[in-house]
């Protein structure tokens, strides 16, 4: 699976797209944000108010209960504004 950071997830976790194999019991887009925050500091920092981190899976908004069921990219990022 693909994981694509933007704004300030890519600039605490200090890349912009890494390649993952998920434990098969990560399931949905919380479970993976869970799993994601165990992979180190730099990730628990971007991640750690899970509730305001956006997700894309394969380039369509999800909520986090979402399930990550044939899901080749996920993409991170926060909350936006416009104006």
């Known amino acids: 699976m693909k994981l694509v950071y933007f704004a300030w997830v890519r600039e605490r976790i200090g890349m912009a ?32 108010e899970s509730a305001t981190i956006r997700v894309a899976l394969d380039h369509d908004h999800a909520d986090h209960d979402a399930s990550l069921a044939g899901v080749r990219e996920v993409a991170l990022f926060p909350p936006m504004t416009g104006g």
């Open 17 to 48: 797209e890494e390649t993952v194999e998920p434990p098969r019991n990560v399931e949905t887009v919380q479970d993976l944000l869970g799993w994601l925050r165990t992979r180190g500091d730099a990730y628990d920092f971007a991640l750690g």
